[in-house]
């Protein structure tokens, strides 16, 4: 089953983000003796509607194929779905800090500015997503790191996963004269393709499309950089007022990407269909069958937020430049919801990495 997705109101966003960013301003986390999580729950109904945020990219293969397949619907019942798209986390963060967002599929550095900008209070990472997935792709002619001194290299939206990624390596390699361009990942393949960037640091399936569409080769993949070839590319987030108002929902939702995560291990196939689908849908065009066949490689869908990887993932940021300092990441993982989902289907649990609250 597909879903029209809703484009996010910018404006409206803006605004009522703006004011959530002065109330949180006007009383710090230390006066607040009691957080969301710790006050009673108002009401535990199912939520009469949910706001599910996502991107059109192969790194949340399991929004789109939960999507696809009527998957989050089914378990939703009466619940009513509204899909909303996004482009880049940062986008997506004002939406959850707004208000105008409910349960978002997002990548770990917006997961982390999420809940650092609202000072602890108004997000928790409920569960994983996606493990990889995210390439450094060059011009051929670039063999090391070396060769990109003095050249261009693009990223995705300013303080985004990928954007913190290349930075701290860039800055872990002293190559300072590289200038970074945040730009759409559909300008980075054309702008590549013109020849106006040596390389970019991108998510799934865009390596792909630059590896099969324009001609660049792998310098890095990031798996490289992590123990086991594990980190968190995307994850799963919900506003804590959300969560404690109406865990049945945010149960249910995790239970669709439970069954998406479950078919695309039983039938990569019918997976990677789904996924091609709601691309065309949301983009215009569906991919090639060697791009999305290689950007499947690159990932694992998986439940587990990797929650251990955080506290490093925090500090490349201020690696990067982004931030001045790692924030305080206690409170932010909640697997409770992820965990009873879990045991229901006779499956491990996943560790909260000594973030909860």
């Known amino acids: 089953m597909s879903i029209a997705p809703r484009k996010p109101r910018a404006l409206a966003v803006a605004a009522a983000a703006l004011s959530l960013f002065a109330a949180v301003a006007g009383c710090s986390r230390a006066e607040r003796t009691t957080s969301d999580a710790e006050a009673p729950p ?48 940062p986008e997506e963060v004002s939406a959850l800090l707004g ?18 900008k609202s000072g602890g209070q108004t997000v928790r990472l409920i569960s994983g997503a996606t493990s990889g997935g995210a390439q450094l792709v060059v011009a051929p002619q670039i063999n090391s790191p070396q060769d990109l001194r003095g050249k261009t290299v693009a ?35 054309d702008q590549f393709r013109q020849g106006r960037l040596a390389g970019a640091w991108l998510p799934e399936p865009w390596a792909s499309r630059l590896v099969h569409d324009a001609g660049a080769k792998v310098l890095l993949d990031e798996k490289q950089l992590w123990p086991e070839g594990k980190f968190p590319t995307t994850v799963v987030v919900v506003r804590t007022e959300f969560l404690k108002q109406h865990p049945q929902t945010v149960q249910a939702v995790l ?12 039938n990569p196939a019918e997976a990677k ?28 869908l998986t439940a587990d937020p990797l929650a251990s990887r955080f506290p490093q993932l925090a500090q490349d940021q201020v690696t990067a430049g982004i931030e001045r300092q790692a924030p305080d990441l206690k409170g932010l993982v909640d697997v409770t919801a992820i ?3 879990l045991e229901a289907a006779g499956k491990p649990k996943v560790a909260d990495g000594g973030l909860s609250g």
């Open 255 to 266: 239970r669709g990407l439970l069954a998406a995560n479950d078919l695309a291990a039983a």
């Open 339 to 341: 965990n009873a989902v």
């Open 155 to 189: 990223a995705p939206q300013f303080g985004n996963t990928q954007d913190v990624a290349l930075k701290k390596w860039l800055a872990n390699n002293q190559l300072g004269d590289v200038q970074v361009q945040n730009i759409e990942n559909s300008q980075t393949l």
């Open 99 to 116: 208000g105008s967002l409910d349960i978002g599929f997002i990548g770990s550095g917006p997961a982390i500015n999420a809940f650092a």
């Open 273 to 300: 269909t789904a996924v091609n689908k709601q691309l065309k849908e949301l983009t215009g065009k569906e991919l090639s069958p060697e791009v999305i066949d290689r950007a499947f490689t690159g990932i694992e």
């Open 42 to 89: 108002a009401n535990t109904a199912p939520a009469a509607e949910v706001r599910l945020g996502y991107f059109p990219n192969v790194t949340h293969a399991s929004a789109l194929i939960g999507l696809d397949k009527g998957l989050f619907g089914k378990e939703l019942g009466a619940t009513k779905l509204t899909p909303v798209q996004f482009s880049a986390g």
